[in-house]
């Protein structure tokens, strides 16, 4: 089946830093991918939607330039939190989706998550 | 527009017994459903999903789900629960396709034994 993957599954950094997270197709092409996060106890929260090449599409409230996407290739989109504070700390989750058309296109695969912790 | 209700945030059931899980959904086109589990601290794992065809839809671990359009819902079912049922689960739903899904608030399923 198709495999997603996030590195690295958790972070601790201090306040002010910069933290990249990766996330990866392992056997599919994903020509977009999507980044959650998930705060204690709640459902995911839909960060922002990009697709390979492009800019990504920020959902409302969500501060772009604190949160960079990147989605250079078909198989590999990251997640930049810039200057995090502790209230970055949170779980995030990506998923990827293959175009329409494919034999996969009916289901986004969810990467395991990465766990950010900022003191 | 879609939108996904699930009632219930947690559902306690014995060792055993049926697990119903609850999830009415709106959307003004026909939907894609989906089942997702989740276990503390993972990524989300499908039960099983709703496209077109057959509306009782079989999923993994002996779940099972059936889309009744009439009623907007998609109840998740498994006869016997079993410990290892014990997670979060997530309903979602997706206009034609799973490119935009928008998800429920989950249930979190706690089972006695």
């Known amino acids: 089946g198709a495999v997603v993957s996030q590195h690295p599954s958790w972070v601790i950094c201090k306040s002010g830093t910069s933290v990249k997270i990766e996330c990866r197709s392992l056997?599919?092409?994903?020509?977009?991918m999507f980044w959650y996060r998930q705060f204690p106890k709640q459902s995911l929260m839909l960060m922002a939607t990009?697709?390979?090449?492009?800019?990504?599409?920020?959902e409302q409230g969500v501060e772009k330039d604190k949160f960079l996407i990147n989605h250079a290739s078909l198989t590999l989109s990251t997640l930049t939190v810039t200057s995090a504070h502790p209230e970055d700390s949170s779980f995030y989750i990506c998923?990827?989706?293959?175009?329409?058309?494919?034999?996969?296109?009916?289901?986004?695969?969810f990467g395991p998550g990465t766990r950010l912790t900022v003191l | 527009a879609q939108s996904v209700t699930q009632l219930g945030s947690h559902v306690s059931v014995s060792e055993g017994a049926l697990v119903l899980l609850r999830c009415n959904y709106s959307?003004?086109?026909?939907?894609?459903l989906f089942w997702y589990v989740q276990y503390p601290n993972q990524g989300l794992q499908l039960l099983l999903k709703?496209?077109?065809?057959?509306?009782l839809v079989k999923g993994i671990n002996g779940f099972e789900a059936e889309f009744k359009k009439s009623e907007t819902s998609f109840h998740l079912t498994k006869p016997s629960a079993h410990m290892s049922d014990a997670a979060e689960y997530f309903c979602?739903?997706?206009?034609?396709?799973?490119?935009?899904?928008?998800f429920g608030s989950g249930t979190q399923l706690t089972v006695l034994p």
């Open positions: 998923s990827a989706w293959e175009r329409e058309g494919s034999f996969l296109y009916n289901e986004q695969f």
């Open positions: 056997d599919f092409q994903a020509t977009t």
């Open positions: 990009s697709n390979e090449g492009s800019k990504a599409t920020y």
């Open positions: 959307s003004s086109v026909p939907p894609y």
């Open positions: 709703y496209t077109t065809g057959a509306t």
């Open positions: 979602a739903v997706g206009p034609r396709s799973a490119r935009q899904l928008t």
